[in-house]
Structure formats: C-alpha cells, structure tokens
C-alpha cells in the first residue's frame, strides 16, 4: 500500500500541474472561455398570470412568463463570476442577439451564484424578458475581467463560462387594442398589437382571441375571425351586441403555450409592486359605448409612436443598420439613438388599414455612437414622442 501510495502521488502532482499550466496559458493569452455545465434553478418560486403554464420545481422552464424580477441560482461554476447575461433569440434565426444583463450576482459559496433578471422598467415594469424574446433554449454567461497586478503574474485576463438555459416558450403578448371602444350594436374590427404571435418557422402561437366583461367573467365574447398579420400585429372582428352597451372588456390572444397576461388582481407569490395588466403594467380593454352616449364630435387623440425591440443588423458588404420594430411610425418623425441623429432613415412596412403607419424603421450611419443607449422618437404632426431603451450593440 505504501508503496502504491508513492507512485500515485507524482501523478497526482502532474495532473495539478498540467491544468495549472493550462490555465496559466488561457490566461496569458488573455482570455479563457468554457462550455462546462452549470445547471440553472429557481432560487424562490416564480408567479406567472392565469392560464400560462406554471413554473415547475427544479425546472427554469416558463420563466419567460414570469412576474417581474426572477431569481436564479447557478450551480458549478469555475470561478467566481462578477457579471452575468442571457442571451436570447429574438427574431427565430437561430442566433442568440438579444443581451439580458442580470444584476446583484452574490456569490454564496464558491460551487454556488445567485442572480436576479430584473424587470425591465420603466418600459416593461411586469417582465424581465424583452418581448422579441420569445423563448426556448437561451445561453446564460458567467464571466470576470482580472486587471494586472502585483498578485498576478499573467497580465489582465477575461474567463468566461457558457451554458444553455430552457427558458420555456412565451405566451402570446397583447400590448394594446385599437380602437379601444367602439359602438357594438355594429361589428367591430380590432388591431391588437403585440408579441410571440407567431413561432420561429411561422407556426401560430394563438388560436383564439376573446373578450372578458372586466366585471362579469362569466361573459365572454369570442372573435368571430382573426388574422395573424406578423408576429406583432392580430387583425381581430368582434361583434359583441347591443346587450353589452356600457360595457367594459378585457382582451386576451390564447394559444397552446398559455394566455396573454392582462392581470386584474396579483396572483399568489407575486412580488409586491408588480404591476397589473400587461407586461408594460396597461389593462387591455374595449370599451362598448353605452346606449344613451353621445356621439363624440371630437376627433380622436393621434397614435403614438410606440416601440417593442431593436437590434444590429450587418450586410454582408459590412453596413450597419439598426432596425426599430414597434407601431404608429410614419415619414417625417425624428429619431435619436442615445443622442445621435442618425444619417439616414427608411420607413417600412405598413400597418394595415391604418396609412401612413408602419411597423419598422432601419436607422442607418452614426447609429454605432449611441449604442447601447435610448431610443427617442418625435412625431412632429402629433407633437408626441417615445422612449425606448435599447440595449443593442455594434460589434467590432
């Protein structure tokens, strides 16, 4: 046996050795990056709106509809991580774009970090996903940046460690309703603008579209017909009947991953202060004018500029585009990307039935210096403007 224990240890030393020097190397090349598996769990439960799939002991999947703030823990790490991201797909190409930058990393031990995804206020104070991130399999990022030293031998080093996270797959996300009321002795055709409608390869995340009385549950008026336009945008026809006059109803999009969220009451161990309503904390309604209502002799309130997510899109000849996707943008408004004025801007994809909106806008020159940084939006017609704050960058 001792003999036997003379041998091993020289091996043992060795095997110290040679990872030491490898690491020694990673570093001194300046950067160390790894694919380890680190497993991601709750570290407290997570509250998502009735109808959407709950969130499972053990598992991350349906996080993505999670009430505001979600806290995780992230086991096996190789080193004591000072920040942590996730990456997203936003647009089902495959390619994770979307940065998700979590805050209070606090290192419990040096096998276990705890992290929170922060609500992504004051845009989208109820979730702490962007809504073109739709879900499924994203990656989660644990890295440091060690500067030179007089303990450090090596010079300055970046490690990093990369692992897949099951976020799950997002409900259906109904931002608004428009018009937002309407006399529904008649028919009426409704725009609802939104998110996750569709899923990567164009399969229908909705299947149905409805109306809840605000005060009557139990009164529920289906969509005669929709239509899914994009992703973003429902083209929805209701006929809710002269009996509802006076009326108030919620609207929801529903699908095989859960319902839209448009929350009157908390649910059970939501955080406190999340808001109601949507992911941007507005109830969703349409209101039936009552039977004795006047006929309004005013014109109706000019749409806002609204915008739902950004991203950096590179040609091949290498131009830079920052693409804005959102609603109510027209010809003549003026935009700045973290105070910068872009050089050039195109206007596409028209809203339809509603000229001379559309849903995008490509920003194109200088966009790169006010990256990552807010978006601003005037409407010069209106005298409205927008905020949006995007967190895209140009990479080198």
């Known amino acids: 046996m001792e003999r036997l224990a003379r041998r091993t240890t020289p091996v043992i030393v060795l095997v110290l050795i040679a990872l030491s020097q490898t690491q020694a190397a990673a570093r001194a090349a300046g950067s160390s990056a ?15 709106a009735p109808n959407q799939p709950a969130v499972q002991p053990g598992s991350t999947v ?26 997203c797909d936003g647009n089902g190409d495959g390619v994770a774009e979307l ?16 992290a929170i995804i922060p609500a992504l206020a004051p845009q989208l104070p109820g ?32 490690e990093s460690q990369t692992c897949p996270i099951d976020l799950g797959i997002r409900a259906p996300v109904v931002i ?57 945008v429902i083209d929805a026809f209701f006929e809710f009947g002269a009996a509802n006059a006076g009326k108030t109803f919620l609207i929801f999009a529903s699908g095989p991953n859960g319902t839209s969220r448009n929350l009157t009451a908390l649910p059970p161990q939501a955080p406190q202060g999340c808001p109601l309503g949507n992911e941007q904390g507005v109830k969703v309604t349409f ?21 739902m997510n950004c991203r950096v899109d590179r040609s091949s000849t290498g131009t830079i585009t920052l693409r804005i996707d959102g609603f109510n943008f027209r010809e003549g408004q003026r935009v700045t990307i973290g105070g910068v004025t872009p050089k050039k801007l ?32 005037f409407d010069p017609f209106s005298g409205l403007a927008t905020q949006f704050n995007c967190r895209a960058e140009c990479s080198n």
């Open 346 to 377: 195109k206007f596409k994809n028209a809203q339809d039935g509603n000229p001379p909106f559309v849903f995008t806008i490509q920003a194109k020159g200088k966009v790169c210096k006010g990256l990552p940084g807010p978006i601003v939006i």
């Open 176 to 232: 608004s309703a428009t018009p937002s009321g309407g006399d529904c002795a008649i028919g009426q055709n409704v725009i609802i603008p939104g998110s996750c409608f569709l899923l990567a390869g164009g399969k229908p995340n909705v299947t149905s579209v409805f109306a809840v009385e605000q005060n009557n549950p139990g009164n529920v008026i289906q969509s005669n017909h929709f239509v899914i336009l994009n992703t973003n």
């Open 62 to 87: 349906g996080i993505i509809n999670g009430l505001c703030d979600v806290k995780l823990q992230i086991v096996g790490c190789l080193f004591t991580p000072t920040t942590i991201t996730i990456a």
């Open 34 to 48: 790894s694919n380890a598996e680190c497993p991601v769990i709750l570290a407290a439960p997570v509250a998502v």
């Open 99 to 114: 940065t998700i930058p979590l805050k209070d990393v606090t290192i419990v031990n040096r096998l276990l970090v705890e």
């Open 127 to 158: 979730t702490a996903f962007p809504l073109a991130c739709c879900g499924g399999i994203a990656n989660i990022t644990l890295s440091r940046t060690v500067g030179a030293g007089d303990d450090n031998a090596f010079g300055p080093f970046t």
């Open 287 to 307: 209101t039936c004018k009552g039977q004795f209502d006047p006929t309004p002799n005013d014109t109706p309130p000019p749409p806002t500029p609204s915008v």
